[in-house]
């Protein structure tokens, strides 16, 4: 038995699955899976797997839509804003509590040890002494 399939596929499957429920099956296309008047019988052509395949793809839609709201509900620019001032100000002052409390620590610089072997290797490579370090603030990106 061959099925033809509508090209109606390219519609908005919401549309398509209501148009479709809302006809007459067509017999032709029931009893032998072709009808002649393909695109413009006013019966319906829907199968009962083209019709599972609309009624996932609109469950499928109506989440998505739902999840879209959700997230717009979600963004509102002003909450969002005091939200992350307040994390962030929380967090400032965690770290102002513990930097004052404790001494800096220094980055612990090390030659590659594919460069241990060179004899007067260029200071670029050197770490930097450790005195020179101490002097200097470290303050954190971002």
């Not at 032998?32 to 019988?41: H, I, L, P």
């Not at 829907?46 to 998505?64: F, G, H, P």
């Not at 670029?124 to 002097?135: F, N, Q, T």
Request: glycine residues 2%.
């Amino acid at each position: 038995m061959t099925v033809v399939v509508r090209s109606s596929h390219v519609r908005n499957p919401e549309i398509e699955l209501q148009d479709e429920l809302s006809k007459r099956p067509c017999k032709n296309f029931l009893s032998t899976g072709v009808c002649n008047f393909m695109e413009n019988c006013k019966f319906s052509h829907l199968t009962t797997d083209r019709k599972a395949d609309l009624e996932k793809l609109v469950k499928e839609k109506q989440k998505a839509r739902e999840r879209k709201s959700a997230d717009q509900q979600d963004k509102d620019p002003e909450k969002k804003l005091s939200e992350w001032l307040s994390k962030r100000s929380k967090t400032d002052d965690q770290d102002l509590s513990t930097r004052s409390d404790e001494a800096p620590l220094l980055p612990v610089y090390e030659i590659p040890p594919h460069v241990t072997h060179i004899q007067n290797p260029p200071p670029s490579i050197l770490p930097p002494p450790a005195d020179v370090l101490r002097g200097l603030s470290f303050v954190d990106w971002g």
